[in-house]
């Protein structure tokens, strides 16, 4: 573990100030801007995920010419290929002369449509497959993959499944990734609820959008979606997933303690002991192998990092660094 400098200035120390402008509209439109700038090209593709699932995606290619390499961009829950997070760690890429796939979840992104099953966190496989797809689709010397959040859950658990997929994987690099979905759960009830209620509106809009579309398969009331988060996920778990109780709907997503020692990639993983979603002693207690490598600062919040007033933020600067390092 090394601890990463990192010091924005007073205004910008609380983890909560962080973590909420770190998806304001601001950054929005700090990262359409950059992205802007340093794309030549962007195109919409639909993934075939294998089963019948189709993923939608993004795929940029830098203003400077051929690509290097191409890396495979996952959001966090209830984000999508245009999250800022996404877009700014896009534009660093192709900054760098990297193509970028920014590949949007099930049911993410307005999608819903696309697939009658919901979205679950444990839909790892569709993610392996619509992976493997988007390296044959695009071929490229290097093949990298980085996640926010959830998707940086992701992105790990998808580097563990690489070498048994035939998937060629150089790196991959997770910022503020849950590793124990029971303990994130817990810490977003704490505070007076404000990242819990956050993910609750955002939850039942996508959900109503989905019962909308299918509403012969989403047997969901508005009494079921007036739940709060934990209930609400329990009651979809028992009925819409092969998981049967909550707590093994947890345990099928979560990657604390020794759950990636088997990592067979170079992996970069980059933290904040006051994010106030993840706990960072949980962070403390993985069992990594020497190729992966943990970085925590003081500061930060939940995937915010901002440096300055102008939001310009370290995280999008880290993933690309690290995952360009050696191509």
């Known amino acids: ?29 700090l990262g359409f801007a950059r992205l802007c700038a340093q794309t030549s090209e962007t195109t919409a593709h ?14 940029d290619l830098p203003a400077s010419g051929p ?33 970028t796939f920014r590949l949007n979840f099930r049911d993410h992104g307005d999608t819903h449509h696309l697939n009658e ?60 990734p849950v590793l124990d979905p029971a303990r994130t759960m817990d810490a ?9 209620r956050y993910f609750e509106r955002k939850w039942r809009a996508s959900l109503v959008k989905k019962r909308a579309l299918f509403p012969h398969l989403l047997h969901l009331d508005d009494r079921a ?20 109780t909550l707590a093994n709907y947890f345990d099928g997503y979560t990657i604390a303690g020794d759950r990636l020692a088997a990592l067979g990639v170079e992996a970069h993983i980059l933290t904040a002991a006051d994010d106030p979603v993840i706990p960072v002693d949980d962070f403390h207690r993985l069992r990594l192998p020497d190729h992966a490598h943990l970085e925590i600062t003081g500061l930060g919040g939940h995937c915010g990092f901002l440096r300055d007033w102008r939001l310009s933020g370290l995280a999008e600067q880290w993933v690309a660094e690290r995952l360009t390092a050696h191509g």
């Open 225 to 244: 979606l007036r739940m709060r988060l934990g209930p609400l996920t329990q009651w979809l778990v028992e009925r819409h997933t092969e998981f049967g």
């Open 188 to 196: 977003m009830d704490r505070g007076g609820g404000l990242y819990r």
């Open 117 to 176: 099953a919901i979205f679950h966190s444990n839909r790892i496989d569709e993610v392996v497959r619509a992976a493997t797809e988007v390296a044959r689709r695009f071929p490229a010397r290097r093949f990298v993959a980085a996640g926010y959040s959830l998707g940086g859950n992701f992105t790990l658990r998808l580097a563990l499944r690489a070498p048994a997929a035939g998937l060629r994987l150089d790196a991959v690099a997770a910022v503020c």
């Open 67 to 99: 690509p290097r390499g191409l890396a495979l961009l996952l959001h966090g829950w209830e984000g999508s290929a245009e999250s800022s997070y996404m877009r700014l760690t896009a534009a660093e890429l192709l900054a760098r002369g990297w193509a």
């Open 1 to 29: 573990m090394t601890r990463l400098d990192f010091s924005p200035p007073r205004g910008l120390r609380s983890p909560h100030a962080q973590t909420v402008l770190g998806s304001s509209p601001m950054r929005r439109r």
């Open 46 to 59: 639909v993934i075939d995920a294998g089963e019948g699932v189709r993923l939608l995606g993004i795929h």
